[in-house]
Each structure stands twice: as structure tokens, then as C-alpha cells.
């Protein structure tokens, strides 16, 4: 899709959500053409000419001011990420030099691996494509039904829409598909010339239909910490708290850390898998990120 596609569609969606109760607007006559608000509805709460509301909606997003764009946020009542995703979209629309050139990482520095290494809760380390590029030993044990998934390169996405088997691992598969297609959402706004990114999208709308559906709805979402259900074929159901963190000199990569409170059936079981990782590393089955064993 080119730029101006997603801005019309992102647009179109949101403002397709709104009623005029919603906003606070009177609903004259009972035959409404949209679902949400009309244009001319958008473009009096935001105070802007309906022409260049329009014109906006269009794709013509470049070169349209902070203010407008906040005003355009508050009239479609966007939540902190979606007005994130709408600046991006703005800057995607404007000059190359506005731009984000840098490409995603693919590894990680040894700090970051050794930093990892002396966590003892499970951690690991994402990219915006939702790649696994590191791994701690307990996250490895954590997280081996993905590292062990046939589908190639490890990728979060690639895993829960291709291998049938993440509908087992993640207990609300449909929560996990819902955020994991906000987050590539929001990491197509950001870097819309993405290679790499753009045939990981294709291949999921190629391959699943879920995926499809979910990517038609232009959701997108932060992933800065939460509740996380998944059921290891080892030890059964863990209940997680994650937090997500943004490497400052590598903003491109996300830190998680799950943790669990002690003397829980979770944390118990969590003391079991890292004795089935002992049992697994010892017969030199425990995945890495590339899915050779160690």
C-alpha cells in the first residue's frame, strides 16, 4: 500500500468508530450514509475547512502542522498510540530528510547479551519486526515452543499466525494475534520502506487469513508492559508480568522482563523449568534464536 492508502485508511477508521453522541454532537435525521462521523463532522471538532480535511484523508498529510495534527487527534479522540502512529504518518508523508533511515537491528551487541545473561528472571530482546534476536537462558526454556517452531527467521508474528502450535502456547491466542498486528501496525507507520517488513506483512496476508482480517482494522498499540498467559508444554499455564523497555542507545530494540510474584503456583513452576532447561541443555536440545540447539 502506498503512503497516502494507509493515511486514508487509518483516517477513515478511526473516524468510522466515533458517533456524533460520542462527540458530542447532535445526530440530525435518522438516515446516516457513514457508521461514525461525516468529514464535515471530523473538520468542525478538529477547526479545520472540510476541504482540508479532506484534503488530508486524501493522504495529503505532509506538511500538516503539530497543531493540526493534535487537533485532529483530540476530534477523533486517538489514544497515545494512535497519535504516535498519526505523527508517523505524517513524517512517512513529508521529505525524505524527515524521515527514518535507520534500518532495524538484526543482532545485538555483546553488552546487551551479557546484561541479559545476568538477569535471572526470564528476558529477551525484540526488534520492531517483532524478531527475537537474544535470549537469556531462562527465556530460552520459556519460550522454546517458538525457538523450536519450524517457521523461519524466529519472528513473534511468523509464529503466531503460521504454526498452528501458538494457539496452544499463547492461552489467548486471540489477544496475542490482535497485539502482535498493532505492534507491526505501528512499526509500518514508523518505517514504511522497510524491506524486511514489508515481505513479512506480505507473507502474512499471503498465508493467513487472520491475519488479514486483523490487519484491515489499522489497530495499533504500545507494548510497555502487561499480563501475559502461556502454556508450556512442560509445566503447563504461566501467568506473567512483562515489562518492556526501549534500549536508549539502541531504540530500535525492546528489552522484556517477565516477572512473578513469589511463592505462587507460577513461580513454582517456573523453578521447574529451569530443571527441565538443565535436563534439555544437558542432551544439547535448548533452542537459540536461530533455532540450533546449544
Known sequence: MTDRNEITDFLRSRRARITPQQAGLPAFGGNRRVPGLRREEVAMLAGVSVDYYVRLERGNLAGASESVLDA????????????????????????????????????VRPTIQAILDSISAPAWVRNGRLDHLAHNRASRALYSPLLDSPERPTNTARYVFLDEGSREFFVDWDQAAADVTALLRMEAGKRPRDKALTQLIGELSTRSEAFRTLWARHDVTFHRSGRKRLKHPAVGVLDLEFEGMELPSDPDLTLLVYAVTPGTPTADQLTLLQHWADEREAQGLLADVSGTSR
Open 72 to 107: 485532529l487527534g483530540q476530534a477523533l479522540q486517538l489514544d497515545d498510540a494512535e497519535r504516535d502512529h498519526l505523527y508517523d504518518l505524517a513524517r512517512a508523508a513529508g521529505p525524505a530528510s524527515s524521515r527514518s533511515k535507520a534500518r532495524p537491528a538484526s543482532t
